[in-house]
């Protein structure tokens, strides 16, 4: 087996959870991986936590008892570091404790407001994170770490990092698999059923119904909102497709979307803020968007196109979509088009 290596970024409130983030980089260190992370944030090291977040395999929430230092927005820096690495479809774990209330009174918030927004964050990670630990002690906590993280590699299996040497043990084991792959295929008389064929084709003025988050500001304060919206395919292939008219990394559909939702978003929150003057970081669901991607696939509207030299999958839509861009076809469903600078 080769002798892998996975990068994990660690997400805290800050300096009142440095015994537990020395115990989990401790036990993480011991079990393989690379742990990384800031534990003091300021407006000017963000570009380089999410730079950070980018490079990683996953990202690891250590929670406590306290909402943490916030950003001028006044969202939590651990609470953004979250939005985004869920935006990256990074697999997620969470690690908190079983009971805040039992921590000393000093490792609290003293603002009622940070302690809301401690309780609102805290629920959000138990209704959303798939994978949630609760530890009591830091014995506790090492212990928790380390019965589950290889599990985590079991569930949510990532490229990793090999050592250069290696890199010929990756190879042959590579090949040995495809050998392998070959004898399967010819023993059972048939290739395996591209799970995109379960999938019904829709057509361009079905809608779709989604969720996405917004932060919506009005009379000087923001408050996240949660928008059920309904786009037609025609829509949704107006807003994607030209993105992707040139071989795109993966990850321009979730920055696409996001920044249409962004764009259009203040429609949407005047339904529950009527005075509500801005909005940003619009994200949309993970689920939703991942539905959306194999939906036009399925349509074949959108195809894979290979790897750029940083191994990153390419997307580009199809002469098929190309032909409905073009054309009157898409009619009132239309919106303003967006080309990818990549």
């Not at 799970?195 to 361009?204: E, Q």
């Not at 994607?240 to 008219?245: A, R």
């Amino acid at each position: 087996m080769l002798d892998k290596r996975y990068q994990v970024f660690i997400s805290t409130s800050g300096a009142d959870m440095r015994p537990e983030r020395i115990i989990l980089s401790q036990t993480l260190v011991g079990m393989g991986f690379f742990s990384w992370g800031l534990e003091q944030r300021t407006p000017l090291n963000t570009a380089f936590a999410r730079r950070q977040i980018d490079d990683c395999d996953y990202v690891v929430i250590l929670l406590g008892s306290q909402y943490g230092e916030q950003s001028v927005s006044g969202v939590g820096y651990m609470h953004l570091e979250y939005i985004y690495a869920v935006a990256k479809q990074k697999p997620i774990i969470v690690f908190m404790h079983e009971d805040p209330d039992s921590r000393d009174p000093d490792l609290h918030d003293s603002k009622p407001e940070l302690k809301e927004k401690f309780k609102e964050f805290r629920q959000l990670l138990q209704n959303e994170a798939d994978q949630v630990f609760r530890y009591r002690s830091l014995r506790d906590l090492e212990m928790a770490v380390r019965l589950n993280m290889s599990q985590i590699l079991e569930h949510y299996p990532v490229a990793g990092w090999v050592r250069p040497q290696n890199t010929q043990a990756l190879h042959d084991e590579i090949d040995q698999l495809k050998t392998r792959l070959a004898q399967l295929e010819q023993e059972m008389g048939t290739r395996e059923i591209d799970p995109f064929l379960s999938l019904p084709k829709v057509s361009m003025h079905e809608l779709l119904s989604f969720e996405y988050r917004m932060h919506a500001y009005q009379d000087g304060n923001f408050k996240e909102l949660k928008v059920q919206k309904k786009l037609t395919w025609a829509q949704l292939l107006q807003i994607l497709g030209s993105t992707f008219i040139n071989p795109t990394p993966e990850e321009f559909f979730s920055k696409r979307m996001n920044e249409y939702l962004n764009e259009t978003g203040l429609e949407d929150a005047h339904a529950e803020m009527p005075r509500a003057h801005a909005v940003a970081r619009a994200q949309i669901n993970i689920r939703a968007l991942h539905s959306i991607k194999m939906q036009m696939r399925q349509n074949d509207w959108i195809i894979p196109s290979g790897r750029d030299d940083r191994q990153r999958l390419l997307w580009q839509v199809t002469p098929k979509a190309r032909k409905l861009l073009d054309s009157q076809l898409l009619g009132k469903d239309r919106t303003f088009p967006y080309k990818s600078a990549y």
